[in-house]
């Protein structure tokens, strides 16, 4: 074939079209790629993906979220505080589109920074009806612990009974539950004690009084004042061991609570490498603490705590253990006596209801108080299962939900020589490879 003048005109201009449509072909890509965004968590921990708990979180706000980073442009390794902020909230404000996030660079309006009252490199101050929170982590589980904090609204208190060696909000112990204590205050809870041997009643302002165990039996001039707070409205959380009541018997009267003496056993604790002595719970009953709830429980060393049906109480029961277990009276050795022990499943919490006035009343019993213990709270979905306690004994039903879990996944760190050697291998050293490949196709065909 007789390459002609025209022929090698009409390839060039073949040529040149076929550029030009591929430059245009290029800018639509990127049009597209800016106004619609498509993405897939491909990490194996979906580390970049909201969690449903989160999600949940943000449908509960039901008005505009605003966010104002005070922070650097740029830090002192030269990484892009701007950015990184922008990234962090992404997600969220893809869930929730009426959520602005407003940079503030410190160095260039230091007077916007001073008024805010900012102390540290970076600082989130995040607004939710005109009420502010603060926070200087970036990681989901602090996010959403604002959020909640925001959604909560005014900080409920939270009163534990003190004085006979109970189990504290605030112990640093093994058998204490100071981390579900600080797990509460993240929440928007105010935690205090109270003697009730030194004050009057229990304080009316309470938004429940928890009793976690005393080891020396309370006065009979404190059980009334118990009492009383049950006969005005008082939500109560009453973590019972399998121990003598220590002068809580009247109370537990009142409730109409039958105790079993002796100790759970459940021989499918065994699956998990525990002692029988470790009541596994799976199951639970329909309440709003426990619907949805789908993660296993570990409760240590439980007790049964069964119900006289009242006509006062609304009565329901939230954790059922042991189906093939039993409640042994004699040595929990791991084995059931048909004869002697009472058999499995067998009910270790349950939920109290009832109007009193114009409000509604709360109590909730759990036969264990080691599960939100320091020793025990990490395992499973105790930590969950104790938070929506809380939160139904507080009032607020609506979060009520799954509590963030922190999502195990491999990351990489380059420092920045790395990542300049990448940035120039892909965005020039790839490219001037392909146009070198390319004009040397294009040469040897010309001479062709």
């Not at 660079?105 to 805010?116: F, I, Y």
């Not at 429980?297 to 007790?303: A, I, Y």
């Not at 799954?402 to 990448?422: C, E, G, K, N, W």
Request: hydrophobic share 45%.
């Amino acid at each position: 074939m007789e390459i002609t003048r025209k022929l090698r005109l009409q390839l060039a201009l073949h040529h040149w079209l076929f550029v030009v449509l591929l430059l245009v072909l290029a800018g639509l890509l990127a049009w597209l790629a800016r106004e619609y965004r498509v993405e897939h968590d491909l990490t194996s921990g979906r580390r970049n993906t909201l969690s449903a708990a989160t999600l949940e979180a943000l449908k509960q706000l039901d008005a505009p979220v605003g966010v104002t980073a005070y922070a650097l442009a740029t830090d002192a390794r030269g990484d892009n505080l701007h950015r990184r902020i922008q990234d962090f909230l992404q997600p969220y404000q893809r869930a929730k589109p009426d959520l602005t996030l407003t940079l503030v660079d410190p160095r260039e309006q230091p007077k916007a920074a001073a008024a805010a009252g900012v102390r540290g490199p970076v600082e989130l101050v995040v607004e939710y009806k005109r009420r502010t929170e603060r926070l200087a982590e970036f990681s989901e589980q602090a996010f959403v612990n604002v959020l909640v904090r925001l959604a909560r609204g005014a900080e409920r208190l939270v009163l534990w009974l003190d004085g006979h060696g109970e189990r504290r909000l605030d112990g640093a112990a093994n058998h204490d539950l100071g981390e579900f204590g600080r797990q509460l205050q993240q929440k928007g809870f105010r935690l205090n004690s109270v003697n009730l041997a030194l004050a009057q009643e229990v304080p009316a302002n309470a938004a429940m009084l928890v009793i976690a165990s005393p080891q020396i039996d309370l006065l009979a001039a404190e059980a009334q004042k118990i009492r009383r707070h049950l006969d005005g409205g008082g939500n109560l959380l009453w973590l019972i061991d399998a121990e003598p009541l220590r002068g809580l018997a009247p109370v537990a009267e009142q409730l109409g609570l039958v105790l079993t003496p002796g100790v759970v056993v459940d021989p499918d604790a065994a699956r998990y490498n525990a002692s029988p002595t470790v009541a596994v719970a799976a199951v639970y009953g329909r309440h709003p603490v426990t619907d949805g709830f789908r993660l296993i429980t570990v409760f240590p060393q439980s007790r049964q705590v069964n119900v006289i049906e009242s006509d006062e109480w609304r009565i329901r029961p939230l954790v059922e253990v042991a189906p093939r277990g039993c409640v042994k009276t004699g040595k929990p050795d791991g084995r059931c006596d048909r004869n002697r022990d009472v058999p499995g499943p067998v009910t270790i919490a349950t939920a109290f209801e009832r109007a009193v006035g114009d409000r509604q009343q709360r109590v909730v019993v759990v036969g264990n108080g080691h599960f939100l213990s320091n020793t025990f709270l990490g395992n499973g979905g105790n930590l969950d299962l104790g938070v929506n306690i809380v939160n139904w004994l507080a009032g607020d039903d609506s979060l009520i939900t799954l509590q963030p879990q922190p999502i195990a996944d491999s990351r990489l760190d380059l420092d920045q020589t790395t990542l300049y050697l990448i940035a120039f291998s892909f965005l020039f050293a790839l490219p001037l490879a392909f146009m070198i490949t390319g004009a040397v196709i294009w040469w040897r065909r010309r001479r062709v």
